[in-house]
């Protein structure tokens, strides 16, 4: 079982940064590949970006590619996703996801999911 409470969203300013963190319990996620989606009002959950269990693969939305990064500390049991050069479009709940495998960009590929974390980027 891997329980993953996100942390780190807020309001920026377009062009802003910030990170999100995911700590996770659980001694498989270390053995997991981790994700984040993000979730707009009346839209449906979309894939950011993922990283393998050992972080040597990662994977990344088209539109947050170059501007998000995402790492884990496995030490720490957490991962994160740096986010850079933020626009409005941005803004939506973002969600952290766990699987034993990276498996695919849809979240109904993914069996963990955290509570989310609210991310709102101003013009």
Do not use: H
């Amino acid at each position: 079982q891997v329980q993953l409470v996100e942390s780190g969203g807020g309001l920026v300013q377009a062009g802003g940064s910030l990170r999100l963190s995911c700590a996770a319990s659980g001694r498989t996620f270390r053995r997991y590949a981790m994700g984040w989606f993000r979730q707009a009002p009346g839209k449906e959950r979309e894939f950011v970006a993922a990283i393998s269990w050992s972080g040597g693969s990662t994977y990344y939305a088209d539109s947050v590619k170059g501007r998000f990064t995402i790492s884990r500390d496995n030490t720490k049991n957490t991962g994160y996703l740096q986010m850079n050069s933020l626009k409005p479009e941005d803004t939506a709940a973002y969600y952290c996801a766990s699987n034993q495998y990276y498996s695919g960009t849809y979240y109904y590929q993914w069996g963990y999911w955290g509570q989310g974390t609210q991310v709102t980027v101003s013009s």
